[in-house]
Nanobody, 117 residues
Framework: QVQLVESGGGLMQPGGTLRLSCVAS????????MAWYRQAPGKQRELVARVTSDGNALYADSVKGRSTLSRDNGKNTTWLQLHNLKPEDTAVYYCYAEVGRWRDGYWGQGTQVTVSS
């Protein structure tokens, strides 16, 4: 069973920078898309950013221009940086990956990010 382990997050200051990482392990086939989603209280889970195996990244409008998503295929790892944090960035952030021929989807356990002074 593929495992995704997130790290980073916690209590952040408005205007600060968030750095999250996600490592995929127990892979038995190719890792395709890696992505970050977030879910704020009372809201649906939403895409933050996603990156293909060849490095093409896509960002949600809410983070475009202040976010960078990078990936190391050799380490099966992706990193999300989110600058100029706002209170509305408060959410549980989840790593997501698609694996194998059928693009099976897997989720990490989530990491809480709270932006507050």
């Amino acid at each position: 069973q593929v495992q995704l382990v997130e790290s980073g997050g916690g209590l952040m200051q408005p205007g600060g920078t968030l750095r999250l990482s996600c490592v995929a392990s127990k892979l038995t086939s190719s890792l395709h898309i890696m992505a970050w989603y977030r879910q704020a209280p009372g809201k649906q889970r939403e895409l933050v950013a996603r990156v293909t195996s060849d490095g093409n990244a896509l960002y949600a409008d809410s983070v475009k221009g202040r976010s960078t998503l990078s990936r190391d295929n050799g380490k099966n790892t992706t990193w999300l940086q989110l600058h100029n944090l706002k209170p509305e960035d408060t959410a549980v952030y989840y790593c997501y990956a698609e694996v194998g021929r059928w693009r099976d989807g897997y989720w990490g356990q989530g990491t809480q990010v709270t932006v507050s002074s």
